[in-house]
């Protein structure tokens, strides 16, 4: 029997590692950091675990040496220090050690990037994340859902919202920041390895704020510049039939009061950018894949897909206009 339970520990153990290991790793993980101040930020959690491991063992071996004095020869005296060392000396030395460590990385985490460093304006929608590149110049560029960066470069994040709070998080570059109406909160970023990550709202904003995520794509400084100079062009003329239908029905069902596809007469601001919608890594604020499918689902069941979403559900359309205006989004790389 004791045999049959050791083998039967030693997968179970395996596997709860397993698990843990993989929990500290991933695309979201401020346990892998990329970023600067996210490797600020493990380093603090792992002394912070350490500094919580001494003050319970500290705690234990102090209650298990009172327990045998006074079992061996009734000696109570050593139950104050157990009090008075365990209950307060160790925990506070230890803490007050763990506060100066982190209250001494506020200052460079908070810091603003140098002068000329990319500057990127988020406003955090329901549920959605407006995209700006350099806001308030000529080389201004809005988008949705995703920030590319390039590696290597501080990046100042100004962060805003128009109605309910929300909380800017990629937990693999940095901490996060809330996005208060009325206000426009700054956070500096700076990216250290390529890869692509995922940003999420950190704060309740209401019923979809769960499915409120977005891509986050670290590049090389060349190919950050040649993907925003595609990002800024206007969106491709249609090449296809089918395509140029699906054009049609966008504008006869109305999409363009909402969204805006430069280079064609839509021009509304409530919803995202779909210039180069075709050309994201994903759908929905990072729930759906980006693909033809995913389109049609997403816009004739958007009040399912994500509920309370104000954009409404166009499930009215016959199938072959709804196919037809997804393959002409899909097609704006
Ligand atoms: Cu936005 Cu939670």
Redesign the pocket.
């Known amino acids: 029997m004791q045999k049959r339970l050791h083998v039967w520990r030693r997968p179970a153990s395996l596997g709860l590692l397993s698990v843990l290991c993989a929990s500290c790793s991933g695309a979201q993980s401020a346990l892998d950091p990329a970023g600067a101040s996210a490797h600020r930020i493990a380093d603090l959690f792992w002394w912070m675990a350490v500094g919580t491991l001494v003050v319970w063992a500290a705690v234990a071996a102090l209650a298990i040496w009172c327990v045998r004095a006074r079992e061996a020869h009734g000696d109570t005296r050593r139950v104050k220090l157990l009090i008075v060392g365990g209950g307060a000396l160790v925990p506070t030395i230890i803490l007050i050690g763990l506060l100066i460590y982190g209250l001494g990385m506020m200052p460079s985490m908070l810091a603003p990037a140098p002068p000329g460093s990319l500057r990127i304006s988020v406003s955090?929608e329901r549920?959605w994340w407006r995209v700006r590149y350099e806001p308030g110049t000529p080389e201004e560029v809005t988008l949705a859902n995703e920030i590319r960066l390039p590696v290597n470069e501080p990046v100042d994040f100004f962060l805003e919202s128009p109605d309910v709070i929300?909380s800017f998080w990629i937990p693999a570059i940095g901490g996060k920041m809330d996005m208060i109406p009325g206000r426009v909160t700054r956070l500096t970023l700076k990216p250290t390895r390529t890869g692509r990550f995922r940003g999420q709202?950190a704060?309740?904003?209401g019923t979809s704020?769960a499915l409120?995520a977005f891509e986050v794509l670290v590049v090389e400084r060349d190919q950050f510049d040649a993907w925003l100079a595609q990002q800024r062009q206007p969106a491709a003329e249609p090449a296809a039939q089918r395509l140029v239908d699906g054009r049609d029905a966008f504008f006869l069902n109305g999409c363009s009061s909402c969204h805006t596809i430069r280079g064609t007469p839509a021009r509304g601001i409530m919803g995202p950018d779909l210039t180069h919608v075709g050309s994201r890594l994903s759908l929905g604020a990072g729930i759906l894949p980006n693909e033809t499918p995913a389109f049609a689902r997403w816009i004739a069941h958007t009040d399912t897909v994500k509920p309370a979403v104000l954009m409404p559900h166009w499930s009215m359309l016959p199938e072959e206009e709804l196919v037809a205006l997804s393959a002409y989004l899909e097609s704006l790389q």
């Open positions: 955090g549920w929300h709202c704060e309740y904003c704020h409120m």
